[in-house]
């Protein structure tokens, strides 16, 4: 199991600019959540998808910022136009909810900086 | 609102220190208790549960007892090694049995050997 696969691990941009991060859930897995992490507020909760349809994006901070899950293995979180107070490290996770109470499976993150 | 509250640190032990991680929590019901874990460069993982009153969660040494009476799901370990050196955050779903998990601010422990 290859667990979930982030891309790309780090991006710099210009402030203005188009940003869009990829994720790849684990296989079979019907759950897919994006979080943010800064060191002021911690780990934030953007929106969580299930069974590919948008469940609650209210942790979206504005319009900027658009999420989609096209299909099961696949979603992109976009920034338009990105802005320097967007650096961060955004997280995809996965899981199985079917099973209650299962585990979050992170990635390893996109480190996002914004000049 | 749910919420988690637990320390920050960051804190610096030596090997073979004992190391406790106080966590308490808010919440409506009895939701599932959850402690993770963050490595260097890596995303965060499950380190241990427990779902329901007095259970308790253990795992790579790790232990953590859900207790309703303090609201607390303390993090402890009797003898920390130097790969234990990571960012601990502890968790609850929102509103008891919703996938969204609150994570707290996390704490980056640092073992020197």
């Known amino acids: 199991d290859a667990g979930v696969i982030q891309s790309p691990r780090h991006e710099v941009t210009e402030m203005g600019q188009e940003v869009t991060l990829r994720c790849k859930p684990i296989s079979g897995h019907n759950s897919l959540f994006w979080y943010r992490q800064t060191m002021m507020r911690g780990l934030e909760l953007l929106i969580y998808f299930n069974n590919n349809v948008p469940i609650d994006d209210s942790g979206m901070p504005e319009d900027r910022f658009s999420a989609k899950m096209p299909n099961a293995s696949f979603s992109t979180l976009k920034i338009q136009p990105s802005e320097p107070r967007d650096s961060a490290v955004y997280f995809c996770a996965s899981s199985l909810n079917r099973a209650r109470n299962s585990p979050l499976h992170f990635g390893n993150g996109t480190r996002l900086t914004v000049t | ?113």
């Open chain 2, 1 to 113: 609102g749910d919420s988690v509250t637990q320390m920050e640190g960051p804190v610096t032990l030596s090997e073979e220190a004992f190391l406790t991680i106080n966590c308490t929590y808010t919440a409506t019901g009895y939701p599932s208790l959850f402690w993770y874990v963050q490595y260097p460069g890596e995303g965060l993982q499950l380190l241990l549960k427990a779902t329901k009153a007095d259970d308790k969660g253990s795992n790579k040494g790790f232990e953590a007892t859900y207790r309703k009476e303090t609201t607390s799901f303390h993090l402890e370990k009797g003898s920390v090694q130097v790969s234990d050196s990571a960012v601990y955050f502890c968790a609850l779903p929102l509103q008891g049995g919703s996938e969204k998990l609150v994570f707290g601010k996390g704490m980056k422990l640092t073992v020197n050997p």
